[in-house]
C-alpha cells in the first residue's frame, strides 16, 4: 500500500513565478492538508481539504491556493513568489478530517 | 494565546544515556497532543499521541511521554537512546481536540553521541 505521495521531490523557482505542488493521499483517505516547513522551524498549517472544498485555512495569504480532485489528490499553488517561500511543503492525509493524518516526504521548493 | 514551546533547539545525549525533550502549550480548551519524528530529507512520522485516558502513552520503539494537565506539558522520554534515534523531534497539539489543523513546535535536535 503507498503511502502519500508528493511531486516534484525539488524545485527552484524565480521570485514573482507561480509554482503548483502535488499530493496524492493515502489509499483509503480523502483528507489532504498542507504545511509549510521553513527551514529551522516547525511546519505551519496551510489549509486543508475534504470533499472538494477548502475546510480550514492558516494564516497564510491568498497568493496560497489549492484544489482537491475527486480522485481526492491535490494541489497546492503559489502566486507571486516571494524569497521567503523557500521551504519544505508537506502534503498529509486522512481517512477523514476527524481523524489520525499521515505525512509525505515533502517538496523542497527552492525560491530565487 | 495558543501556543507550543519547545524550549530546546538542540540535545546531545551519549548513546545509552537517558533523554527527556521537553514540550509545553497554552491552551484554555481541550487538546489532542502529538510527538512526530523527522529523519534527514524525509517527512513526518508520528511516534506517539495523547487523546483522552491514561496520561502515559508509549511508542513501540521505546519512548514515552507523559501528558501533564497542571503543569500544560507532554515532555519525550527515552531511557536509553540509540544512535538510530538521532533525528528531529516535534511536539505538536491540536487546539479543541480532533486532528485539523495541527501546530506544532520548533522542534528539538536530539544528536546521540557514540
Known amino acids: 500500500d503507498a503511502g502519500v505521495t508528493q511531486s516534484p521531490t525539488h524545485l527552484i523557482k524565480t521570485r514573482g513565478q507561480q509554482v503548483t505542488l502535488r499530493c496524492s493521499p493515502k489509499?483509503?483517505?480523502?483528507?489532504v492538508s498542507w504545511y509549510q516547513q521553513a527551514l529551522g522551524q516547525g511546519p505551519q498549517f496551510i489549509f486543508q481539504?475534504?470533499?472538494?472544498?477548502?475546510?480550514q485555512r492558516g494564516n497564510f495569504p491568498d497568493r496560497f491556493s489549492g484544489h482537491q480532485f475527486p480522485n481526492y489528490s491535490s494541489e497546492l499553488n503559489v502566486n507571486a513568489l516571494l524569497l521567503g517561500d523557500s521551504a519544505l511543503y508537506l502534503c498529509?492525509?486522512?481517512?477523514?478530517?476527524?481523524?489520525?493524518?499521515?505525512f509525505g516526504p515533502g517538496t523542497r521548493l527552492t525560491v530565487t | 494565546a495558543q501556543s507550543v514551546t519547545q524550549l530546546d533547539s538542540q540535545v546531545p545525549v551519549f548513546e545509552e544515556a537517558p533523554v527527556e525533550l521537553r514540550c509545553n502549550y497554552s491552551?484554555?480548551?481541550?487538546?489532542?497532543l502529538f510527538w512526530y519524528v523527522q529523519y534527514p530529507n524525509q517527512g513526518l512520522q508520528l511516534l506517539l499521541k495523547y487523546l483522552s485516558g491514561s496520561t502515559l502513552v508509549e511508542s513501540i520503539n521505546g519512548f514515552e511521554a507523559e501528558f501533564n494537565k497542571s503543569q500544560t506539558s507532554f515532555h519525550l522520554r527515552k531511557p536509553s537512546v540509540h544512535i538510530s534515534d538521532t533525528a528531529e523531534y516535534f511536539c505538536a497539539v491540536s487546539f479543541g481536540g480532533g486532528y485539523q489543523k495541527v501546530t506544532f513546535g520548533t522542534g528539538t535536535k536530539l544528536q546521540v553521541i557514540p
Open positions: 491552551s484554555s480548551v481541550s487538546v489532542y
Open positions: 498529509a492525509s486522512s481517512p477523514s478530517p476527524s481523524r489520525e493524518q499521515y
Open positions: 481539504y475534504y470533499e472538494e472544498e477548502e475546510r
Open positions: 489509499s483509503g483517505h480523502d483528507t
